[in-house]
């Protein structure tokens, strides 16, 4: 059964600092992963989807990579802002293709 | 404007009471789902479909039931036995299982 950890659970740090969060999952057959940001009380919004046979991807100041065979996956937010601060969450489709296991998430808190 | 619209924000259960949390999307997705989350913790999924008049349990379903009878919209039905209701229950749609899913804004259940 696949299992998604996150590590670690809160994070905080001062306002342009990088940040670096980390997933990892234990079976390595997986269709994709994807990251996800949660604002307290919402629902999930996708950050970055990355498919299998790739390596990474970016969008603006998110960089996510996925190297499949060690079950890792790390998301990258560079120069954070306070408007960072959030829960991320990790979540990998098996190779079925049809279900999503999440991490715990982390929780980010970016101080002005 | 497409997404997914959950009903009601707030919802209070009765001791043997059942509820129905109502999800209906306008996307046009195929495949929906219902995920549990519990404070502090990532997403568990309770029942998925892929289809109309076709669905699936997940990790957690004892408790639970749905439906599927239209394809925009995946009700999902507390019942008296799931005794630890308490919970900020998602729900989310894909256009098939293995492509990103879109979340609602969730229903947060109490016990009253």
């Known amino acids: 059964k696949q299992e998604v950890t996150q590590i670690p659970a809160a994070l905080s740090v001062p306002e342009g600092e990088n940040l670096v969060l980390n997933c990892s999952f234990t079976?390595?057959?997986?269709?994709?992963l994807q990251w996800f940001r949660q604002d307290p009380g919402k629902g999930l919004t996708s950050l970055l989807l990355?498919?299998?046979?790739?390596r990474e991807q970016t969008s603006g100041r998110l960089n996510a990579s996925l190297d499949k065979s060690s079950g890792r996956s790390t998301l990258y937010i560079a120069a954070s802002q306070p408007g960072d601060s959030a829960t991320y969450l990790c979540?990998?489709?098996?190779?079925?293709?049809?279900?999503?296991?999440f991490g715990g998430g982390t929780r980010v808190l970016v101080k002005p | 404007d497409g997404g997914i619209t959950q009903s009601p924000k707030y919802l209070f259960r009765k001791e043997g009471q059942n509820v129905t949390l109502s999800c209906e999307q306008n996307?046009?997705?195929?495949?929906m789902y219902w995920y549990r989350q519990d404070p502090g913790q990532g997403l568990r999924l309770i029942y998925y479909?892929?289809?109309?008049?076709?669905?699936q349990k997940g990790d957690i379903a004892e408790g639970y039931s749905v439906s599927r009878e239209k394809k925009e919209s995946f009700p999902l039905t507390v019942t008296s036995a799931q005794k630890n209701p308490t919970a900020f229950y998602l729900c989310?749609?894909?256009?098939?299982?293995?492509?990103?899913?879109?979340f609602g804004d969730g229903t947060r259940l109490s016990i009253l």
């Open positions: 979540a990998v489709i098996g190779a079925a293709g049809n279900k999503l296991t």
């Open positions: 989310a749609s894909s256009p098939t299982g293995s492509q990103p899913q879109h």
């Open positions: 990355i498919q299998s046979s790739q």
């Open positions: 479909s892929q289809i109309v008049n076709d669905f």
């Open positions: 996307l046009n997705h195929d495949a």
């Open positions: 079976d390595s057959a997986i269709y994709n």
